[in-house]
């Protein structure tokens, strides 16, 4: 080849690289566009989700073929973005919106506490229910009517259509794993591969828990505008609902006993050794021998049988409450638990006196009753048993309970915690004298 021709033929190559260069440029600036224009379009329409979507910083990502977000970025594929948007003028802003009611909902945090398939899945109906139930133009897409379709069907099965709600329901209901991919391809709208990493990211699950709360806040005035965000509304309040530290709240339950064990915070050993240094192995001070301690002696557990508290669900609290129990060390030594089986009268008392017979009874216990709910009983029975002198230190009773029944019209002489497993949007009044704790029955079972 002559000087002249390799020449030419290396400037030739050099500018294809540069179209390659300038076309990969161009696709990029298009797709940066896009995703400002899908952003705009957001605000526009949902004024309140400026702070939010501030939050989420756009970067593009070779190779992700796809949109994804780890509540910090909004991840999406250049190529991806052009290719959908020529399908379908409104797919990016559904794809942006969809991942902003992700991290709104806090879906990416804690995401390992799940079946991630299940989870996955009722994360993306949850946010496009709530998409197709707002009704805006600019974020429906061609196909809608074929969601829609399901998203019927599933109402009629699941009260409130929140992301723990269908978790739930579909632990008990396994799909198929042809109706699964048809789900997936209908409702999943961007990936979830960063979600396992959430829980490092600079912007915390608190930091969008506020977020979250200033969009329930700001959303009143549209929604008595509009009408239309029920599902918003109920999305809202169970992210922001008050978390309840069972673990803390059971240390009402302790009283102070005497603990055979050194006290630490009231020995020097420097003194100690140093007498067994230099006068024969005579000490010059003895370490304390008792310390008081918070420790749980006598307590009772009632557990409302009636219908609408289920076994799984129990054994679950249960043994939540032993372990958080046991991990703090607040179980004496010596113990005396009774676990009392209530509906509209008490159909069983378990005494427990160690680890081992509470061990016993959560994998072999039978459940009784599945009638109406009348909580006097379990309050006289207890009553009783102090006046026999069955307890030595009684502290309070824990009722495990749905809370609907006929409460004493007096307070008793201990203290009661009323723990509700949140099944709807119903909250029954309980006594002033009563302490309220709802827990949500899938954090229940997961972290027992």
Sequence with gaps: ?????????????????????????????KASQLIRLSSDTVIVNMRFMDVALSRLTPEHKDGLFGTATDGEHFFYDSSFILKQYLGDENAVTRMLFHSLLHCIFNHSFNYDKYEDEIYDLSCDIAVENIIMELEVPSFSLHDDNLRKQLLRGLNKEVKSLTAGNLYRYFLVNPLSKIDKLKMTELFAQDR????????????????WKKISERIKTDLGTFSRASGRSESLIKNLVDTTKKKYDYKRLLEQFCVMGEELTVNDEEFDYIYYTYGLDHYGNMPLIEPLEFKDEKKVHDFAIVIDTSASCMGATVRSFLKKTYDILKCSESLSRKINVHIIQCDSEVRSDTKITGEKEFDEFIAKGKLTGY?????????DHIDSQIAEGEYENFKGLIYFTDGYGIYPGKAPDYD?????????????EVPWWGIRVELNEDDIIREA
């Design 1 to 29: 080849m002559t000087g002249s021709r390799c020449m030419g033929h290396l400037l030739f190559l050099r500018r294809k690289g540069d179209m390659i260069i300038n076309k990969e440029d161009q696709i990029r600036q």
């Design 192 to 207: 979830h591969i960063y979600w396992r990493k959430a829980d490092d990211y600079e912007i915390s699950e608190a930091a």
């Design 416 to 428: 009661c915690m009323f723990v509700f497993v949140k099944r709807d949007e119903l909250k029954p």
């Design 371 to 379: 009638g109406g709910t009348d909580f006097r009983p379990a309050f």
